[in-house]
């Protein structure tokens, strides 16, 4: 099993461009998540997706969108990149949305906004 | 406001000591409590995790205390080893659907 994956692992982008940050998991989870982690700050919880089919904003989540493809795969979209969105992502999935929370990882994409 | 922080910045141990991290949370209603490890360049690792309904919980190497009297939660690592060395972190969920994640203790193993 590769667990959760994420694509790019780094990605720079100028202000106002757009892009998807792509994540995959092998582990049939029902539910994956988006954070952000920033120096100095713990993980923040962008948006998450409970099921197939369902996906809600978590704690930060203006300036972003994301789809549940299918139940393996979550996306996260930037429509309009700002430097304020310089981060590492990290994409996460979990057997369920309630505790016990063992959540697995992907190795996260570093994204610079110039 | 919520918030779950770290006494200590940066912790260094002799190889082969023991570890303790340390973590406070400020949420009374958090019932579940988890450690996670972050190795550089890395995703978070889920070490163990802890109910409150317990005071201690251990794993291979690790064990976790929570004393909720004083919000108070520590991760004991044994017999410190240079893999190890990484961020820690602990996390609380002050309700089923929600974790608040602390801002990481890293952990520094002297030869």
């Known amino acids: 099993n590769a667990g959760v994956t994420q694509t790019p692992k780094f990605q720079v982008l100028k202000t106002g461009q757009s892009m998807t940050l792509q994540c995959a998991q092998d582990m049939n989870h029902n539910s994956m998540y988006w954070y952000r982690q920033d120096p100095g700050m713990g993980l923040r919880l962008i948006y998450y997706?409970?099921?197939?089919?369902?996906?809600d904003k978590g704690e930060v989540p203006n300036g972003y969108n994301v789809s549940r493809l299918n139940k393996r795969e979550f996306s996260l979209r930037l429509e309009s990149a700002a430097p304020s969105q310089t981060s590492v992502y990290f994409c996460?999935?979990?057997?369920?949305?309630?505790?016990?929370?063992?959540?697995?990882f992907g190795p996260g994409t570093r994204l610079t906004v110039t | 406001g919520e918030s779950v922080g770290l006494h200590l910045p940066t912790l260094s141990v002799q190889e082969g000591d023991n570890s303790i991290i340390n973590c406070a949370y400020s949420?009374?209603?958090?019932?579940?409590f988890i450690w996670y490890k972050q190795e550089s360049g890395k995703g978070p690792q889920f070490i163990i995790d802890i109910r409150s309904n317990m005071d201690k919980r251990q794993g291979q190497r690790v064990t976790v205390l929570l004393n909720k009297t004083v919000k108070h939660l520590s991760l004991q690592i044994a017999a410190t080893q240079p893999g190890d060395s990484a961020v820690y972190f602990c996390?609380?969920?002050?309700?089923?659907?929600?974790?608040?994640f602390g801002k990481g203790t890293r952990l520094h193993i002297l030869p």
């Open positions: 949420n009374s209603a958090s019932d579940y």
């Open positions: 997706s409970a099921s197939e089919g369902t996906t």
């Open positions: 996460a999935s979990s057997v369920q949305r309630e505790i016990p929370y063992e959540q697995y």
């Open positions: 996390a609380e969920t002050p309700r089923d659907d929600k974790i608040i």
